[in-house]
Nanobody
């Protein structure tokens, strides 16, 4: 099993950067595919980025491509999301998620990840 705790959220202005961290507890982290999701008010939760267990495959949603970077450090049981050039559309609760497998499919969705953190709020003002 994996327990996930997100940190690093906050309030920033448009154009600023922020880095989120997901600390994972459990021996299974290094063999788990991981992802960041987000949910804005009144909207469904959506995938932001996903990474396989070794970091050899990474996928981003079109809305964050070239602005956000997902990475992981298996030695530290940590997952990161570096967010640059933030804009108000990025305002959401950001969730860390883990899958009970090292890889994920062609179009990963919520249903592919069985472990979730409590979420961290990111607010971007214009």
């Amino acid at each position: 099993q994996v327990q996930l705790v997100e940190s690093g959220g906050g309030w920033v202005q448009s154009g600023d950067s922020l880095e989120l961290t997901c600390s994972a507890y459990g021996r299974a982290f290094s063999s788990a595919a991981m992802a960041w999701f987000r949910q804005a008010p009144g909207k469904e939760r959506e995938l932001v980025a996903a990474i396989n267990w070794r970091g050899t495959r990474i996928d981003y949603s079109d809305s964050v491509k070239e602005r956000f970077t997902i990475s992981r450090d298996n030695a530290k049981n940590a997952l990161y999301l570096q967010m640059n050039s933030l804009n108000p559309d990025d305002t959401a609760v950001y969730y860390c998620a883990a899958r009970s497998a090292p890889f994920y499919g062609l179009r990963p969705g919520e249903e592919d990840f069985g472990y979730w953190g409590q979420g961290t709020q990111v607010t971007v003002s214009s």
